[in-house]
Each structure stands twice: as structure tokens, then as C-alpha cells.
């Protein structure tokens, strides 16, 4: 017996390719915004001038520390005013690496370190990304000071976006393993 043949509708037919276009551009999207939401999770692979006038990268830390990085601004009262709070607690902050990263030039930089006498604190690494703005685009940095606590394999802890998180830190800090 046969049986008949049932004609295709046009619901079957191929798809325009715009629109098969248009889907992997959205899938492509999709992604990106997904990726978007890992960054900031690590560590991100900085790279500075130091005060001296070295260039300092991320790999460069020591390993199996945990890692303060605090984004500033040597002009900013708040910046100063947590700079004074990390130096009169510095015991919690002698097991990290802490990193002091800004844009501002070298020059500004050393006048910065002296003033605070960071150099004193063979834990702290200051220095500017110059112009490449990689660190304050990463975190999509608006306000200053920016803080962020990493644990000693380079994962993001907690992000402090004001110097107001300081106590909240240093509670994080203490519960680092």
C-alpha cells in the first residue's frame, strides 16, 4: 500500500541567512557579556612603573601571599586618608602583597611614596599605569580609592569601592587562610 505524500508547508523552508546572522551575533553577544561578568574575578595581569622608575608586572608578586590592590590618585583626600589607615594597621597588611596602582606620572608617584614613607614597607609596591588606564578599566573604576582583596592564588575576594570598606577589610584580611 502506498501511502500519499504530504506536501512541505513553508514553515520548513530555509531560514534567510540575516537571520541565522542575526542569531550568532546574539549568541556572540551572549558570550561576551558572559566574560564580561569573569573578569575582575582574578587578578588582573597589571603592569606599572614604579617610583625608581622599574617596571613592575603582576607575575612579579610574590607567590602564596595574598594581594591587597588599591587603585589611587596621589591628589585624592580620601586616597591619603586610607594610605594613613593601611600604615597605622600595618601588622594585618604585612602578610599581603599590597599594591598601590595609579595613573598619575612617576613623578608624582615618588613624591607620593616619600611622602607616605612606603619605601619603609618592603610588602607595598607602588607605581602608575601611566596612561593605559588597564586596571581602571578593568574594574571600570569611577571613584577613588579602589580597593580589591585577592587570596593568595590570585582569587577576587571582595571589592571595596571608598576607603569606608577599610574595617570591613580588615576583617576579610583576618580571615584569609
Known amino acids: 500500500m502506498m501511502y500519499p505524500t504530504a506536501k512541505r508547508s513553508n514553515r520548513y523552508k530555509a531560514r534567510p541567512a540575516r537571520c541565522r546572522t542575526g542569531f550568532?551575533?546574539?549568541?556572540?553577544?551572549?558570550?561576551?557579556?558572559?566574560?564580561?561578568?569573569?573578569q575582575g574575578k582574578k587578578l588582573p595581569p597589571f603592569q606599572m612603573v614604579q617610583a625608581n622608575g622599574q617596571l613592575f608586572k603582576a607575575q612579579q608578586l610574590p607567590m602564596?601571599?595574598?594581594?591587597?590592590?588599591?587603585?589611587?590618585?596621589?591628589?585624592?583626600?580620601?586616597?591619603?586618608?586610607?594610605v594613613r589607615q593601611m600604615r597605622q594597621h600595618q601588622a594585618p597588611l604585612a602578610r599581603?602583597?599590597?599594591v598601590l596602582i595609579t595613573y598619575w606620572p612617576v613623578k608624582e608617584v615618588a613624591a607620593f611614596v616619600k611622602q607616605f614613607s612606603l619605601q619603609q614597607y618592603p610588602n607595598f609596591y607602588t607605581g602608575t599605569e601611566g596612561n593605559t588606564f588597564f586596571v581602571r578599566n578593568y574594574y571600570h573604576l569611577e571613584q577613588l580609592p579602589f580597593m580589591?582583596?585577592?587570596?593568595k592564588n590570585g582569587d577576587l575576594v571582595k571589592q571595596y569601592h571608598s576607603e569606608h570598606g577599610w574595617n570591613d577589610l580588615l576583617q576579610q584580611i583576618k580571615n584569609l587562610k
Not at 550568532?24 to 569573569?38: T, V
Not at 591587597?68 to 590618585?73: I, P, Q
Request: aromatic share 8%; net charge neutral; charged share 10%.
Open 24 to 38: 550568532s551575533i546574539l549568541i556572540l553577544l551572549l558570550a561576551a557579556a558572559l566574560a564580561g561578568n569573569a
Open 64 to 82: 602564596g601571599k595574598p594581594i591587597l590592590l588599591v587603585y589611587f590618585s596621589p591628589g585624592c583626600d580620601h586616597c591619603e586618608k586610607l
Open 96 to 98: 599581603l602583597s599590597v
Open 148 to 151: 580589591a582583596l585577592f587570596t
